[in-house]
């Protein structure tokens, strides 16, 4: 049982350096975000899709571009990065299955630090 | 907009005490609230969750009731163990449906049992 794969766990950028953090669920989630932990913060959500070809802007987007271009994959793009995104990221998915029935299932986490 | 304020941890208790977590949220409509916990190294995983005022959410041993009076949620447990050792968040979701992917965070409550 797979579940949410997240990669890498561990990532660490310079200041401008562009990566990809990668997310796969095996689960046929039409539902999948992006949040980020930072201490005394909690989490924040980046950005979510409620679907193939379907993405939308969470409470902190800038910075990150996402895409869905699969019901599998959902990629998270720091295009230019900068040391206040050093954090832990996690990826979630969920079915649609409506009001009631709500429950995300999260990957294990990339830590990433930006120098 | 929406908010979700929990007690500062952290919290050490002693194996087979009473554990109370505070939730209070700030919200237009009524939203749905969920507590899920972090094991060390992992992501976070459904506790529990109400949908409506009055409502109970239980599951293993632990509890929370949705009070629409007191907008609160607080989570309970009577008697710890140390495999509870945690962080726990508090969180909520004003769409219907969508605490499948557009959830609010408290910033998170670290629990310590010690034997």
């Known amino acids: 049982n797979a579940g949410v794969t997240q990669t890498p766990k561990f990532q660490v950028l310079k200041t401008g350096q562009s990566m990809t953090l990668q997310c796969a669920q095996d689960m046929n989630h039409e539902y999948m975000s992006w949040y980020r932990q930072d201490p005394g913060m909690g989490l924040r959500l980046i950005h979510y899709s409620v679907g193939a070809g379907i993405t939308d802007q969470g409470e902190v987007p800038n910075g990150y571009n996402v895409s869905r271009s699969t019901t599998e994959d959902f990629p998270l793009r720091l295009l230019s990065a900068a040391p206040s995104q050093t954090s832990v990221y996690f990826c979630?998915?969920?079915?649609?299955?409506?009001?009631?029935?709500?429950?995300?299932?999260f990957g294990s986490g990339t830590q990433l630090s930006v120098l | 907009g929406d908010s979700v304020t929990q007690m500062e941890g952290p919290v050490t208790l002693s194996e087979e005490a009473f554990l109370t977590i505070n939730c209070t949220y700030t919200a237009t409509g009524y939203p749905s609230l969920f507590w899920y916990v972090q094991y060390p190294g992992e992501g976070l995983q459904l506790l529990l969750k109400a949908t409506k005022a009055d409502d109970k959410g239980s599951n293993k041993g632990f509890e929370a009731t949705y009070r629409k009076e007191t907008t609160s949620f607080h989570l309970e447990k009577g008697s710890v163990q140390v495999s509870d050792s945690a962080v726990y968040f508090c969180?909520?979701?004003?769409?219907?449906?969508?605490?499948?992917?557009?959830?609010?965070f408290g910033k998170g409550t670290k629990l310590s049992v010690i034997p």
């Open positions: 969180a909520l979701s004003e769409v219907p449906g969508a605490g499948s992917y557009q959830l609010t």
């Open positions: 979630a998915s969920s079915y649609s299955s409506g009001e009631g029935n709500e429950k995300l299932f």
